[in-house]
């Protein structure tokens, strides 16, 4: 059984007459990598942020482990452990390491943000993958490659 799959994924953007994504049917099993290529315009980032609940389909449907799941935000796509690697950064150069990391999925006190329980998350995943990295520098601050 896949792990992720998607069948019939259409997306038209009406405003503009682009049909972005066409009966599209694409299969992941666990533990595999997909490479998506194509030419600008294919419809490659549109599907992601599909998957990611950045954008809705029109139509089709998203599978994960067999079951049909609507993603329809990136919040609930990260309760299913669908997340994407945006092929542009999408960084808040004010913010620090640790706040853009936690961004969408933050850690709170009550309504605000839990800078501190942020820190420690951020740097133990640092720590765990060889990333030096201080998690309270400002983003503004890193080399591209730390970026």
């Known amino acids: 059984m896949p792990y992720l799959q998607t069948e019939g994924i259409t997306k038209l953007y009406p405003d503009s007459g682009v049909l972005a994504n066409d009966d599209v049917d694409f299969v992941v099993q666990q533990q595999e990598i997909h490479a998506v290529v194509g030419e600008n315009g294919a419809g490659k980032t549109t599907l992601m942020k599909i ?40 960084l808040i150069p004010e913010f620090s390491v640790a706040e853009n990391v936690v961004l969408g999925a933050e850690p709170r006190r009550r309504l605000l943000l839990d800078r501190q329980t942020a820190l420690r998350r951020v740097a133990q995943v640092a720590e765990r993958y060889g990333f030096a990295i201080d998690a309270a520098q400002s983003v503004s601050r890193l080399s591209a490659s730390q970026m």
């Open 51 to 90: 998957l990611c609940g950045l954008e809705q389909a029109d139509s089709g449907r998203i599978l994960l482990r067999g079951r049909e799941v609507r993603v329809g935000s990136p919040r609930v796509a990260a309760r299913l452990g669908i997340g994407m690697v945006h092929q542009h950064l999408r």
